[in-house]
């Protein structure tokens, strides 16, 4: 069965907002993207051609600050999963309370295949022909899958060059040192871990005591595992690319895996050199495999779609925790399933959130042009993770509610309340 993110963006929303008896108008609007902006950006390549790249950038809803979203590189990149994409950082966003609205962008491209002159060339191409849909209080980037720090300063670089001024606040997840906050980088894995933290705190269970799986090995995946080994927890298997053959593998070594071991033989896409885990010991088994291990804890980081009702019954039943670490990594019709076993799951907009809130600390310090020290950004990270989860997680007890219910239900409370100040419905 093929799963379209942006139907199933839809159906969580349209779900709660039944639940809530939210008001037409409120649910007309904002069960779609307000603006879109769909264009093509001509490259010339190294070897002398014109390539024609399709791209987007799209905005949600903006009523609670301008429209904050990363923007993707991907070879499969659609309308539809950029829509999703937008919608959830609209709930992002608001349930971890930062005063932004919720955008996405993407280009359909594969930058693994592409030089870094190429590369360079599609960045700027995207600032140019996107240049009146973004802007500090418009609309502002970040990085997402397959972009990274340079990219985000060739755009802002290109930004500045059409606006004839500086506007670091323009886009986010820059380099450390050119308008870039530190802890950025880290920000959505160690959330990540932040807020499971919380969780087996609130449970009363030992972080020392769990083991995990994680699908993904990029940005999110690899400082959540950072962060979960560093407070004791051991990771038993990692599913990512190789970086020669580009097939998925899950890599699995008795005792767990080991974080500084598997750094060293991963590249900047975050894929693993097979050869070189298989003579470190490892086996690879199926990329599928990290599914089905028998650990506490499941941390899809990787791409939607991934626990579907058809894998469903591969789930050890061992699993007590999966902890969204992707954007739609569950489909909504696997969500009962879930809630009958008695799984806790703990939702994307939610468990990742730690990323879009370093982006807005990030704006924040460049407005002052004043940055903070790394332990006052992960501090105050902290912060407001714990009291996004803590306001999730109590009223998920109060009402005997799944945890993502629960965080619609205060995410599009506060949307909702906000255009009915504004006047839009
Ligand atoms: P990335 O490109 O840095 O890494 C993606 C990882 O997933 C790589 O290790 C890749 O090999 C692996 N992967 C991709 N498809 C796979 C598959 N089918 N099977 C196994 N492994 C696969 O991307 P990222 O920035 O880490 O983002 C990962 C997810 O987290 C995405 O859903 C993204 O939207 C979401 N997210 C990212 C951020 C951020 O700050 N980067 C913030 C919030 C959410």
Sequence with gaps: MQYNPYESAQTQFDNVAEQMGLEPAARELLRQPMKEFHF???????DGTVKVFKAYRINHNDARGPAKGGLRFHPEETADTV???AMWMTWKTAVVNVPLGGGKGGVV?????MSLGEQERL???????????IGPNIDVPAPDIMTNAQHMLWMMDEYEV???GRYPGVITGKPVGAGGSLGRTEATGFGLVYILKDFLEAENIDIKETTASIQGFGNVGHYAFQMYEELGGTVMCISCFDNNDKKAYTYRKDGGCKFAELVSITDAYGSIDKEKALALGYEALDGDAWLAADVDILLPAAIENQITPAVFGNISSKVKIILEGANGPTTPDCDPLISERGIALIPDFLANSGGVTCSYFEQVQC???????LDEVLEKLNQAMSSAFRAVYDLSKERGLYMRDAAYIIAIERVRDTIKLRGWV
Excluded at 40 to 46: F, G, N, Q, R, Y
Excluded at 367 to 373: D, I, P, Q, R, V
Aim: glycine share 6%.
């Design 109 to 113: 491209c594969d930058p693994r295949t």
């Design 367 to 373: 407005n002052m042009n004043y940055f903070w020290t």
């Design 83 to 85: 829509r999703a994409l």
């Design 123 to 133: 960045c700027r191409g995207y600032i140019r022909q996107a240049y009146a849909q």
């Design 40 to 46: 093509t950006i001509p490259v010339k390549m190294d």
């Design 162 to 164: 059409l606006a004839g």
